[in-house]
């Protein structure tokens, strides 16, 4: 082994520290300011979900109402309908009961 391998050699776990402290020092502050951005972000993210959620469960029950009163008058009329149909029936059924002309 010549000089320069042996120093090369010297120098990897050298360089390999370095980094390891430097990334040390430097990675926790940069994994404080990540976690301080990504907090914002959720903060942000549910004022957004929130406000969505809100305004759909408002519009969800709106439209609820709105078919269930559809319903309504939709079974009122089946029944005045039905209770015609009945009381026709029963009419034709009786032969007197048929006015007289």
């Known amino acids: 082994m010549s000089v320069m391998e042996i120093i090369a050699a010297g120098a990897y776990p050298i360089v390999g520290l370095a980094g390891f402290i430097l990334g040390s020092i430097f990675g926790q502050r940069l ?3 990540v976690e301080a951005m990504l907090h914002a972000i959720e903060a942000r993210l549910s004022s957004v979900e929130s406000s969505v959620a809100t ?3 408002t519009s969800a029950i709106v439209q ?3 078919a269930t009163e559809k319903l309504a008058v939709a079974v009122a009329k089946h029944s005045a309908t039905q209770a015609a149909v009945s009381a026709a029936t029963v ?5 007197n009961a048929a006015p007289k002309s």
């Open 31 to 33: 994994v404080a300011d």
């Open 91 to 95: 009419a034709a059924s009786i032969p």
């Open 64 to 66: 609820h109402a709105a």
């Open 55 to 57: 305004t759909s469960a």
